[in-house]
């Protein structure tokens, strides 16, 4: 049981391991519903303040044909002060291309419940160091339902798939099954601010390596404030803890993060950001605490159809 426990509390003497090294880089499991876009209704008017009051609104007209998949692409540029390292290249500051690909479809069900299916592919390429390039693979299937007598408070809950490749999909680093569950709500609504909050379990049903299953909870704000029809810049915060399963490791981390995006038309739009991520562990010589600054900026559009 010693020899168990010190394992565990000492996973690598090079550095951290592959979930601490990438945790500043990897995108948030956590969806980022809206009432006015998330839910497919059939024909509803625009998200409003006034929505918990009035109920649900629809525009006159029949609604005909499947809700539409929504398809998400964002590409780009950024530099860290502490890019993922290994013996021969240690852990220092680099530039970083992202990209993503994503897709999302939300059926109507009933009662006002709809299903929530989707998949993301990342890739991150660091230059001058192939070896921390990475791919991250996300599909998910759950329901989630927004409570219009709630102040339009949303309830999700999901089962999620990831999987850390390097380079290829047989070079597998990481890889678990999860199940997710979790609420968000809109705790200031104004024609020029929103203030959002979310709370979110995720649950480990098995991982690999097995030393890295845990257990997970986190709380996130957001603030958006429109400067024009086209500007907006949204803070963000976002706190998470990491229950181990197999031992007494538990880490926890910090992400906060200023972000400014110009809508160029359309779905289409133009953005740059700054975050900072602070990750601390209980496991001994800090062997996988770390702490990284990124900016970047980036090109994204959506596309439904």
Same mark, same amino acid.
């Given at each position: 049981m010693k020899a168990l426990t010190l394992a565990l509390l000492l996973p690598a003497t090079a550095g951290a391991d592959v979930l601490t090294n990438l945790s500043p880089f990897l995108t948030s499991s956590v969806p980022g519903f809206t009432p006015e876009r998330a839910f497919n209704d059939p024909a509803p008017t625009p998200f409003s303040p006034g929505d918990s009051d009035l109920g649900v609104q629809h525009v006159l007209g029949s609604y005909r044909g499947l809700p539409p998949v929504d398809f998400t692409f964002e590409l780009s540029g950024n530099f860290t002060d502490n890019a993922p390292g290994d013996l021969i290249e240690p852990n220092g500051s680099a530039f970083f291309l992202a990209a993503q690909l994503a897709? /999302?479809? #939300?059926? #109507?069900?009933? @009662? +006002?419940?709809?299903?929530?299916?989707?998949?993301?592919?990342?890739?991150?390429? $660091?230059?001058? @160091?192939?070896?921390?390039? $990475?791919? *991250?693979?996300?599909? =998910?299937?759950?329901?989630?339902? %927004?409570?219009?007598?709630?102040? /339009?408070?949303?309830?999700?809950? @999901?089962?999620?798939?990831?999987?850390? !490749?390097?380079?290829?999909?047989?070079?597998?680093?990481?890889?678990?099954? #999860?199940? #997710?569950? +979790?609420?968000?709500?809109?705790?200031?609504?104004? %024609?020029?601010?929103?203030?959002?909050? %979310?709370?979110?379990?995720? $649950? *480990?049903?098995?991982? @690999?390596?097995?030393?890295?299953? =845990? *257990? %997970?909870?986190?709380?996130?704000? *957001?603030?958006?404030?429109?400067?024009?029809?086209?500007?907006?810049? !949204?803070?963000s915060w976002c706190a998470s803890k990491w229950d181990f399963s197999n031992g007494p490791r538990e880490d926890s981390r910090h992400i906060a993060g200023l972000e400014l995006t110009w809508r160029l038309a359309g779905e289409t739009r133009l953005s740059t950001n700054i975050f900072y991520t602070n990750h601390d562990s209980n496991t001994p010589s800090g062997a996988n605490d770390r702490q990284a600054w990124q900016t970047g900026l980036g090109f994204g559009f959506n596309h439904t159809f």
């Open positions: 897709a /999302d479809w #939300r059926p #109507r069900l009933a @009662r +006002g419940w709809f299903a929530d299916l989707g998949v993301s592919q990342e890739f991150l390429r $660091f230059e001058g @160091r192939d070896s921390a390039d $990475f791919e *991250n693979f996300q599909p =998910h299937i759950g329901l989630a339902k %927004s409570f219009a007598d709630l102040d /339009d408070l949303v309830f999700y809950a @999901r089962y999620e798939y990831q999987r850390l !490749t390097s380079g290829s999909w047989e070079a597998r680093d990481y890889a678990a099954q #999860r199940l #997710r569950a +979790g609420l968000q709500k809109a705790l200031l609504v104004t %024609s020029r601010q929103q203030l959002s909050a %979310s709370l979110d379990a995720a $649950f *480990n049903l098995s991982a @690999r390596p097995l030393l890295l299953e =845990h *257990n %997970s909870y986190s709380a996130e704000l *957001n603030y958006t404030w429109w400067m024009s029809d086209r500007l907006a810049a !949204t803070v």
